[in-house]
């Protein structure tokens, strides 16, 4: 099905949608699933988890697909890891993780309830039109079964809509000469990322590796001395994103135009449920 869209509704759909993927790698219950398996770092949890459906793979892999962690962070519990726990037992975990999480947040009425499986059923029909060629995480994903429960079969396709922007999104920051620290300090200047503090320490950078990424794009006139963006710089970020919508544009076109609102009216409305839940902590977002 193809019609025109509104502007920006792929987008808009995607920032309803993404959450319902990303509160998993904030849970505690994916944590303990992870350190149940002997992976107790969460460092670790998380560059198993994000990455086990690509197989045992390597420091290298992960950094260029992940794009924003510093390779030092990554080679510090890759490829040891998979010496500790395999591809398939993480993937196991991390479906029972995404299991209770989202019941804990929004309920076992929300989880069984029509919405829920319509949610579900639009997503993968969203994500039949992603493309696997030069999309490494989202490809990687779309091997995976589809699981039969209607809320990990949402939380499955909302991972794969989710992959196909970022690898998208990883094409256009390259082709703008933003590599990862410099794609990070935009980002966090735009207000819409994480906080510096708490990116530095997610990803593996210093405040010095920071305030490098910071003299690099003041020199390119994006970003001036208070560390806020410029003009250029704010136009910039519009740009990215305008670029990331233009790659990431079929599975919304191929949804339609009304199926595309109605995914993110629901997905909408169970995001809201899970951020009011505590689903995402407020510290991390944000300019400070």
Same mark, same amino acid.
Not at 10 to 26: E, K, Q
Not at 176 to 198: D, I, Q
Not at 258 to 287: V, W
């Given at each position: $099905?193809?019609?025109?869209?509104?502007?920006?509704?792929?987008?808009?759909?995607?920032?309803?949608?993404?959450?319902?993927?990303?509160?998993?790698?904030?849970?505690?219950?994916?944590?303990?699933?992870?350190?149940?398996?002997?992976?107790?770092?969460?460092?670790?949890? *998380?560059?198993?988890?994000?990455?086990?459906?690509?197989?045992?793979?390597?420091?290298?892999? =992960?950094?260029?697909?992940?794009?924003?962690?510093? *390779?030092?962070?990554?080679?510090?519990?890759?490829?040891?890891?998979?010496?500790?726990?395999?591809?398939?037992? =993480?993937?196991?975990?991390?479906?029972?993780?995404?299991?209770?999480?989202?019941?804990?947040?929004?309920?076992?009425?929300?989880?069984?309830?029509?919405? $829920?499986?319509?949610?579900?059923?639009?997503?993968?029909?969203?994500?039949?039109?992603?493309?696997?060629?030069?999309?490494?995480? *989202?490809?990687?994903?779309?091997?995976?079964? =589809?699981?039969?429960?209607?809320?990990?079969?949402?939380?499955?396709?909302?991972?794969?809509?989710?992959?196909? +922007?970022?690898?998208?999104?990883?094409?256009?920051?390259?082709?703008?000469?933003?590599?990862?620290?410099?794609?990070? =300090?935009?980002?966090?200047?735009?207000?819409?990322?994480?906080?510096?503090?708490?990116? +530095?320490?997610?990803?593996?950078?210093?405040?010095?590796?920071?305030?490098?990424?910071?003299?690099?794009?003041?020199?390119?006139?994006?970003?001036?001395?208070?560390?806020?963006?410029?003009?250029?710089?704010?136009?910039?970020?519009?740009?990215?994103?305008?670029?990331?919508?233009?790659?990431?544009?079929?599975?919304?076109?191929?949804?339609?135009?009304?199926?595309?609102?109605?995914?993110?009216?629901?997905?909408?409305?169970?995001?809201?449920?899970?951020?009011?839940?505590?689903?995402?902590?407020?510290?991390?977002?944000?300019?400070?």
């Amino acid at each position: $099905m193809t019609t025109t869209l509104p502007p920006r509704a792929g987008r808009h759909c995607h920032a309803a949608v993404n959450p319902l993927h990303s509160t998993l790698y904030f849970s505690p219950d994916f944590t303990e699933a992870l350190a149940g398996l002997g992976v107790k770092d969460p460092n670790a949890a *998380y560059f198993a988890g994000r990455s086990a459906a690509m197989g045992a793979v390597g420091p290298g892999t =992960v950094t260029a697909t992940f794009y924003n962690f510093s *390779y030092g962070l990554v080679s510090r519990h890759l490829p040891r890891i998979w010496s500790v726990v395999t591809p398939d037992q =993480v993937l196991d975990a991390r479906l029972r993780a995404a299991g209770s999480t989202l019941r804990r947040l929004l309920g076992e009425k929300a989880l069984a309830s029509p919405e $829920m499986a319509e949610a579900a059923e639009l997503a993968l029909r969203a994500a039949e039109a992603c493309a696997r060629p030069g999309r490494p995480l *989202y490809a990687a994903h779309a091997d995976l079964p =589809v699981p039969d429960e209607p809320h990990l079969a949402f939380w499955h396709a909302a991972t794969l809509l989710r992959e196909h +922007r970022g690898d998208g999104h990883i094409m256009v920051l390259q082709q703008a000469g933003l590599g990862a620290l410099e794609a990070l =300090v935009t980002h966090s200047a735009s207000g819409r990322g994480m906080t510096p503090k708490w990116v +530095r320490a997610s990803r593996g950078w210093t405040p010095a590796d920071w305030s490098g990424a910071e003299d690099r794009l003041r020199e390119r006139g994006l970003l001036d001395e208070r560390g806020e963006l410029t003009e250029e710089g704010v136009s910039l970020r519009k740009e990215l994103e305008e670029r990331t919508d233009a790659l990431d544009s079929a599975p919304y076109e191929h949804l339609g135009a009304e199926g595309t609102l109605r995914l993110t009216e629901l997905a909408g409305a169970f995001a809201a449920a899970a951020l009011e839940a505590g689903a995402f902590p407020a510290s991390a977002f944000g300019k400070g």
